[in-house]
């Protein structure tokens, strides 16, 4: 699945655990408790797409591009996301336990009622973020 266009999909409830889809594109696409659980997804574009209660745990999520994505609820417990922009994201109540986030933009995004922890935010660029209820590592 390297390089796969669901851009504009409707994937509601889609399982995708395990598989590898680097470089996909998923923008604008309707994900909403879709499964990407150990999924490989490095360099993927999850531009605008809407993943709320998503399940990324485990997964490879390096370099991917998650700006303006609602990841209301959306589990990312123990992802790789060094180097993914989660710019304008809107993170509301995510939980990212012992995620790595290392080098991670997430300017302006919404980290209200986020858990990050275990988290490794190092080098991590949170400027303009929002912070209400967070719990950082």
């Known amino acids: 699945m390297n ?3 669901f851009r504009n999909a409707i994937l509601t409830v889609a399982l995708f655990g395990g598989v590898t889809a680097d470089n996909a594109v998923f923008e604008n696409a309707s994900l909403s408790a879709a499964d990407f659980g150990a999924a490989s997804l490095q360099s993927a574009n999850f531009m605008h797409t809407f993943l709320e209660k998503g399940i990324f745990s485990e997964g ?9 994505a609602n990841m209301k609820q959306t589990i990312l417990r123990a992802a790789n996301l060094e180097e993914a922009n989660l710019s304008n994201a809107s993170l509301l109540d995510a939980r990212l336990h012992g995620a790595n986030l290392t080098n991670a933009l997430l300017v ?6 986020a858990d990050f922890t275990g988290a490794n935010l190092s080098g991590a660029n949170l400027s303009g973020a929002i ?3 967070t719990i950082l590592p």
């Open 3 to 5: 390089g796969a266009n």
């Open 60 to 68: 490879n999520l390096n370099h991917a591009d998650f700006r303006f």
């Open 108 to 113: 302006s995004a919404d980290l209200t009622k």
């Open 131 to 133: 912070f209400l209820d």
